[in-house]
Every structure is written in structure tokens, then in C-alpha cells.
């Protein structure tokens, strides 16, 4: 079973820096590298939108709100991404949330983790 855990949320001051974890359990040896992994966030009663992704192969892309304040990056060898985010506002405020995902030729594999809170105060 595969299992994304989300860490390193909290309250910041605006301003400030969060580094946000996503480890993922139950992935065959050698097969995370394959999967396409995405950050997305949630504020309450908005919608849940992509904030950054980076692919297998290493291709990276932000959202607008995102570009020159956050870094998306990737341990293979740790089953992790990470979501490094600096200059934080409060429009930063949501729940964050990991999503893995990989397409063979007949199937797609998606999973989501739990979410980790962001709180950016002003």
C-alpha cells in the first residue's frame, strides 16, 4: 500500500520560510523515481490548486503565485520531495498536500497524502 506522509508545516510570520516534506512508503525499490510528483495546496473555501510539480524526469514548473519564492526538489533515493518556501504571505495560507503519480501502458497510479497545514500570520 502505497502512503505519502506530508511533514513541516506550521504558523509563520509573514516573511518567513517553510520546508515541506513529502515521503512516500510502499513504493517497489527503484520505482519512485517514475512517478511525477506534485504539491498542491487548499485554502478553506477555495479550490484545490497545483502549486508546483517536478517529473521524472526532472522537468519542473511552477504556478504563478509560487515562481521565485518556491523550490520544488527531489531524493529519489530517500522516496521524498520537498517544497521549500520562502517570502511566505498569508495568501499562503492552505493545506498542502503531496500527489504522486505514473502511467504505464495500460494503467495510472495516483496517490495523495494527508496534507500538512501552512498558517502564514501578517
Known amino acids: 500500500q502505497v502512503q505519502l506522509v506530508e511533514s513541516g508545516g506550521g504558523l509563520v510570520q509573514t516573511g518567513g520560510s517553510l520546508r515541506l516534506s513529502c515521503a512516500a512508503s510502499?513504493?517497489?525499490?527503484?520505482?519512485?523515481?517514475?512517478?511525477?510528483m506534485n504539491w498542491y495546496r487548499q485554502a478553506p473555501g477555495k479550490q484545490r490548486e497545483l502549486v508546483a510539480f517536478?517529473?521524472?524526469?526532472?522537468?519542473?514548473n511552477y504556478a504563478d503565485s509560487a515562481n521565485g519564492r518556491f523550490t520544488i526538489s527531489r531524493d529519489n533515493a530517500k522516496n521524498t520531495v520537498y517544497l521549500q518556501m520562502n517570502s511566505l504571505k498569508p495568501e499562503d495560507t492552505a493545506v498542502y498536500y503531496c500527489?504522486?503519480?505514473?502511467?504505464?501502458?495500460?494503467?495510472?497510479?495516483?496517490?495523495w497524502g494527508q496534507g500538512t497545514q501552512v498558517t502564514v500570520s501578517s
Open positions: 510502499g513504493i517497489d525499490f527503484g520505482l519512485f523515481g517514475l512517478y511525477n
Open positions: 500527489n504522486a503519480i505514473r502511467w504505464t501502458t495500460s494503467a495510472a497510479f495516483g496517490y
Open positions: 517536478i517529473t521524472s524526469g526532472g522537468t519542473i
